[in-house]
């Protein structure tokens, strides 16, 4: 590595140490931004020689990145790995997380979907994961045609990478299609209204069970290798494996199934990489059950109309707290309660708190939900029975009741 590398991958990490010393998190957004600011090649040079995987998508990145990284254990072994596990997911992350991990042979990131092309010119992975496509942060995401158009790009000036992507999403499939090697898996999409319009052609798409087509285009959902049977998934052999995962709903079996189909790129096979799956409890947090005052309390994260879907599936039929910010992370604009359909939580005791607790009020009583208003996270423990307690919450507003928990993970 050049000299001017090595100085900004120390100062880098020297960074990021003394932040998390501070107390400031991480660290890892500063650090790499420090490192980024003495040599801007420094993410290329930190990637050189690393075999790499990129995970992106609208949901699930986070959780698919930490699957992959559990998987990527069986070759690389339990320092091998590199990963941004904390969700920095910009390249001030990428280059503080590999800074941070030394020289590995692996790397898993997960990358914001609107700094993917810079991600993989710089990084030059092996594989790329796409998850899906969908609305999200209103008042400053792109819109998710757009979204589609830049992946397409991306991926078409770089014929070597190995596309994993998502055969259930039409945007998806659309940026993926001109890729010289792509391995579709099948990961469901719970969440119709951003491909109803067929982003070659502009016709409508066409649905019937788990198969889309376009009505005036050949754009059509391609077969998948990997997918997603009762508790399991079948390979690209048809062999059919039980997929025992800590972590909750048939979204994370998806989630499963995607990051098997990355690990097989690196030589993993299925039967080496679930007992690895099945060791990942929480995420950042995300999953994580925490015991408090006799209350079991499960925590979901919920960012955008289509994980809130997501979080209704996996959150069983108990006293539910909704949570809901509109802060800088979260996006400003919260008119997406409008896209959330909330009729499946008619049937448990509902609780709403957070910055926007008003909004989320007029959007339940417009949808037909009862709820009862609490100030605090300590309310709502007081308010329900013992037994369990699901959260659902948006981004900070999950980083403000994961604090009241004493930061789990
Ligand atoms: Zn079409």
């Not at 992946?151 to 259930?168: E, F, K, Q, S, Y």
């Not at 709820?371 to 699901?390: I, M, Q, Y």
């Amino acid at each position: 590595m050049p000299l001017r590398a090595k100085v900004a991958t120390s100062v880098s990490k020297t960074a990021a140490a003394l932040s998390r010393a501070a107390g400031r998190g991480d660290g890892s957004v500063i650090g790499g931004w420090l490192g980024l600011k003495i040599d801007p090649d420094l993410l290329a040079h930190l990637a050189a020689g690393r075999a790499i995987a990129l995970v992106s998508g609208t949901n699930g990145k986070t959780t698919t990145t930490r699957l992959v990284a559990a998987a990527l254990e069986v070759v690389g072994g339990q320092h091998g790995v590199a990963t941004n596990s904390f969700g920095a997911n910009m390249p001030t992350g990428h280059t503080s997380a590999l800074a941070k991990a030394g020289s590995t042979p692996f790397a898993v990131l997960e990358v914001d979907e609107h700094y993917l092309a810079r991600v993989i010119d710089e990084t030059n992975p092996r594989v790329v994961a796409l998850l899906n496509l969908s609305r999200d942060q209103l008042d400053r995401a792109k819109e998710v045609a757009m979204m589609a158009q830049m992946w397409r790009t991306a991926l078409a000036g770089h014929p070597d990478v190995i596309v994993v992507a998502n055969a259930d999403d039409p945007m998806v499939v659309w940026a993926a299609q001109g890729s010289g090697h792509i391995t579709w898996f099948s990961a469901g999409q719970r969440w119709l209204d951003d491909s109803f319009v067929c982003p070659e052609s502009g016709h409508p798409i066409e649905r019937s069970g788990g198969d889309w087509w376009c009505s005036g285009c050949p754009l059509r959902r391609p077969r998948p290798q990997w997918y997603v049977e009762d508790d399991g998934v079948v390979d690209p052999r048809g062999d059919w494996h039980l997929v025992k995962l800590q972590l909750p709903g048939t979204v994370n079996l998806g989630n499963a199934a995607t990051a098997l189909a990355v690990a097989a790129e690196f030589g993993v096979r299925p039967i080496e990489a679930l007992p690895r799956l099945s060791t990942v409890a929480s995420v950042a947090g995300r999953y994580a059950q925490v015991e408090r005052d006799g209350r079991n309390v499960r925590l979901l994260l919920a960012k955008n109309p289509a994980s809130w879907l997501e979080a209704f599936d996996m959150a069983e039929q108990a006293p539910t707290l909704l949570s809901v910010n509109a802060r800088d992370p979260d996006g400003l604009d919260t008119s997406w309660l409008y896209d959330v359909d909330f009729a499946p939580l008619r049937d448990r005791p509902v609780l709403i708190t957070g910055d926007r607790a008003y909004d989320l009020a007029v959007r339940l009583e417009v949808n037909g939900v009862r709820f009862e208003h609490v100030k605090s996270f300590d309310e709502a423990l007081r308010t329900v029975p013992p037994g369990r307690l699901e959260v659902i919450a948006n981004y900070t507003a999950f980083q403000d009741i994961r604090a009241e928990l004493d930061r789990v993970n």
